[in-house]
């Protein structure tokens, strides 16, 4: 959907961009991310903690003239209460996604499908208060490097 200022900025070429001191790609660009799955999921306050992450972490990410819509999938986080047995492998958390760039007229230029994992002690003590929440931004924050390795900053 185009705005008025990118329509006169087109029309000008590129000058109206400095008489309103917004670039061409303000219209288009940015980060959009879609937790909706998680919401059904049913996590509930977690599913807004990992839209603000991920936006956080993202920010700036892209190219130039599309906006990069990401999509969170499904995550994973098994029961932890400390001491990874060896046999096991240890515990992990896992999280899924798909990155797309969008262009300005709603092309999908590229997408990416995002399979990150973490190790579920990376939130820290696992007694210690937060730790959950710890624990999910860190998983938040490995998928988030994987989208930008993929998208390639």
């Not at 185009?2 to 961009?17: D, I, Q």
């Not at 903690?49 to 993202?58: F, G, H, M, N, S």
């Not at 499908?113 to 190790?119: H, L, Q, R, T």
């Amino acid at each position: 959907m185009l705005n008025r200022r990118a329509v006169l900025a087109a029309a000008l070429g590129g000058t109206a961009s400095a008489l309103f001191a917004v670039p061409v790609q303000a219209a288009a660009g940015g980060v959009r991310v879609d937790v909706s799955r998680l919401v059904q999921q049913g996590w509930g306050p977690n599913a807004a903690l990992v839209k603000a992450e991920l936006e956080r972490e993202l920010a700036g990410s892209g190219r130039a003239g599309s906006t990069l819509v990401v999509s969170v999938l499904r995550i994973n986080m098994p029961s932890y209460s400390g001491g990874d047995a060896e046999e096991t492998g240890g515990t992990t958390d896992g999280m899924e996604s798909e990155a797309r760039l969008i262009a300005a007229d709603g092309r999908v230029l590229a997408s990416y499908p995002i399979v990150s994992s973490s190790s579920a002690s990376s939130g820290g003590a696992w007694f210690e208060p937060g730790f959950d929440t710890r624990r999910l931004a860190a998983l938040v924050r490995t998928n988030a490097a994987w989208i930008r390795r993929y998208v390639g900053e």
